[in-house]
């Protein structure tokens, strides 16, 4: 990749299901601001229906306590593979990147599930920072859900 394109990537080892994990992302984003409510404030679907590659949904969440906004097309969804791909299309992160793809995979690995986060960038200038701060955030998300999830 060049200097302005980038791929971060970070996996996280389940204690639940990655079927509940696929599932809230795929068809309940709206479940996650109840989830990780200092992370993620809200979550509306703005085009299509939640689970459907092609719809838009709308995010309001905080990097840092600052509040952000992002509104994405989920470009597709593997039921089988477990694997979800969003597309930012507007929001905070336009004003720093070109393009910004996150991809999430439940990758089974013997007796669990890891869920395998994968950032694909392109900066609008070197200047721009790694979305090291988006990295986290999607970290501590999944955190909140599998503690979700276990107390459930």
């Known amino acids: 990749m060049g200097l302005l394109t980038g791929r971060l990537v970070a996996e996280f080892e389940l204690r639940s299901s990655g079927d509940l994990f696929h599932d809230m992302f ?12 200092q992370h993620i404030q809200g979550c509306d679907l703005h085009q299509g229906e939640f689970g459907v590659p092609g719809s838009v949904i709308f995010w309001n969440y905080a990097v840092d306590g600052k509040a ?3 509104k994405e097309r989920v470009e597709a969804i593997d039921v089988e593979n477990k694997s979800i791909t969003f597309n930012v299309i507007e929001g905070d992160l336009t004003k720093e ?3 910004f793809k996150v991809t999430i995979d439940i990758v089974p690995k013997g007796e669990i599930d890891v869920v395998k986060w994968t950032i694909d960038y392109e900066k609008l200038q070197e200047s721009v920072p790694e979305p090291i701060k988006i990295l986290d955030l999607v970290i ?5 859900i599998e503690a979700h ?3 459930a």
Request: proline share 8%; glycine share 0%; charged share 25%.
């Open 26 to 37: 795929s068809t309940k984003p709206h479940h996650i601001s109840k989830v990780s409510p």
């Open 140 to 144: 501590k998300i999944t955190k909140d």
């Open 68 to 70: 952000c906004v992002a």
């Open 149 to 151: 999830h276990l107390k």
């Open 97 to 99: 990147y070109k393009t």
